[in-house]
């Protein structure tokens, strides 16, 4: 009798410690419930704001908010081109080989690729809207891609301080063909969809893929 007294004493014991462990379990799993949505909460108001404070700027002073911007996300490309497809590891990571990226995208690419879109869209409309869109990535194919690629390669052997032809001689031909694989279906987007003043943002979000390639591109060419 004592013996299933006992028995059931410690099932009891044993079923409230397991309610315990399961209750304090629950409820620090709703505590980091609340926690994640809070922070979620907060990172969402922050990119709003920061959306809202980009847009103003945008509106105030486009061409030097998108020559920032340019800056910034070309040496993005540069530092994933050096840390991710070079390998080459933050104490061998070339600083001054990013921030030649960055002066190219800030001071050339930036301000030239703003006023070029500018120009495409007052310069190029057709009555069929997918006449003027194809109008409008040929040109920016034909024309702006071909002399930007050329600037770049350029501008990055000088400021090495290595020879201009032979650079371009080694990857502006390659450099060409990978850019017509990827450019003309995104500038048909960017065109089709995207307001001009989002325009160059656009770029520059894909760009940093585009530019880890470049940036591996020039640092082999």
Known sequence: ????????????????????????????TLVDIVLLVVILLACLISTIRM?????????????????????????TGDVLAQQIVE???SDKHDLARTGRMALYGGAIFG??????????QSRINFRSQTGT????????????????LFVFLSTMAILEGSDPK??????????????????????????????????????NVVSIGWNCYLSYLNSKG
């Open 1 to 28: 009798m004592a013996s299933n007294q006992a028995a059931h004493a410690k099932k009891r014991k044993t079923h409230r410690n397991f309610l315990h462990v399961f209750y304090d379990y629950l409820l620090n």
């Open 87 to 89: 390998d080459v590891g």
């Open 166 to 203: 032979a650079k371009l001689k080694s990857t502006y031909a390659e450099a060409l063909k990978k850019n017509w694989m990827v450019w003309p279906a995104v500038q048909f987007v960017n065109f089709r969809y995207v307001p001009l003043e989002h325009r160059v943002m656009v770029v």
């Open 111 to 120: 301000p030239a690729a703003t006023t070029w879109y500018k120009i495409l």
């Open 51 to 75: 959306l809202r404070w980009y847009q103003a700027r945008l509106a105030s002073r486009p061409l030097v908010t998108q020559s920032i911007t340019t800056a910034v996300l070309f040496a």
């Open 133 to 148: 869109i194809v109008a409008r990535v040929l040109a920016d194919q034909t024309i702006f891609a071909s002399t930007n």
